[in-house]
């Protein structure tokens, strides 16, 4: 696609729930992040993977996240069990190659657990 | 842990006034990107600086990378309203970590 593609662009959620948010980077990037954001607030590193595998997985909050790269394209961040303190806007990033490229964002999923 | 402060942490100004927003860390980067993100969409990319003391201008917007290669600084002269969003700083950590700055809200009254 044209660029980074997020979904859902919005989820409401029980607290305890498991959600499956999925990214979709622009194609040909071998590198793409997962960061989190806070309302208004700065990016939080969450996770890095360079093709499928992710050498940094130094970001995620607890054991409840996980996530996944298939076929050095999709992405599927998981969170299980999910609290309110999950609420946020989880964005999604893919780049081209080495660090100091251009890291293109998708507009986010906005997670709110009830 | 690598952190970027910012500040101010909200600015809100008149249009045509002139502002300054720092990017402040204890490390040093390989290089420092600049972005402005509005609501409800991810952050844009304004300017990558690679030098220590490197300054590069875009347009209205004047950017600087420290000597050290630890802080940098946005300026804006004759702000605009078109200018108002969120500017975060990402520092360049290694080979492939952007760390970014805790952002700064920016809103310019017309």
């Known amino acids: 696609g044209a660029g980074v593609s997020q979904s859902p662009s919005n989820k409401v959620t029980e607290k305890g729930k498991d959600v499956e948010l999925r990214c979709d980077p622009i194609s040909g990037h071998t590198a793409l992040y997962w960061y989190r954001q806070s309302l208004g607030q700065g990016l939080e590193f969450l996770i890095y993977?360079?093709?499928?595998?992710?050498?940094?997985k130094s970001g995620l909050p607890s054991d409840r996240f996980s996530a996944e790269r298939t076929g050095g394209s999709v992405s599927t961040l998981t969170i299980q069990r999910t609290q309110q303190e999950d609420s946020a806007v989880y964005l999604c990033a893919s780049s081209p190659g080495p660090p100091g490229n251009t890291i293109y964002f998708g507009e986010g999923s906005w997670l709110t657990v009830v | 842990t690598q952190l970027l402060e910012q500040s101010p942490q909200f600015l809100s100004i008149q249009e045509g006034e002139n502002l300054t927003v720092y990017c402040n860390s204890s490390s040093v980067f390989s290089s420092l990107q600049w972005y402005r993100q509005e609501p409800g969409e991810g952050p844009v990319l304004l300017v990558t600086v690679v030098t220590g003391g490197e300054v590069k201008k875009l347009k209205r917007l004047t950017f600087q990378f420290g000597d050290a290669r630890k802080d940098s600084s946005l300026h804006i002269t004759a702000a605009q309203p078109g200018d108002t969003g969120l500017y975060l700083c990402?520092?360049?950590?290694?080979?492939?970590?952007?760390?970014f700055g805790t952002g700064t809200r920016l809103k310019v009254l017309a």
């Open positions: 993977f360079q093709g499928n595998s992710a050498p940094d």
């Open positions: 990402a520092g360049v950590s290694g080979t492939y970590k952007y760390i």
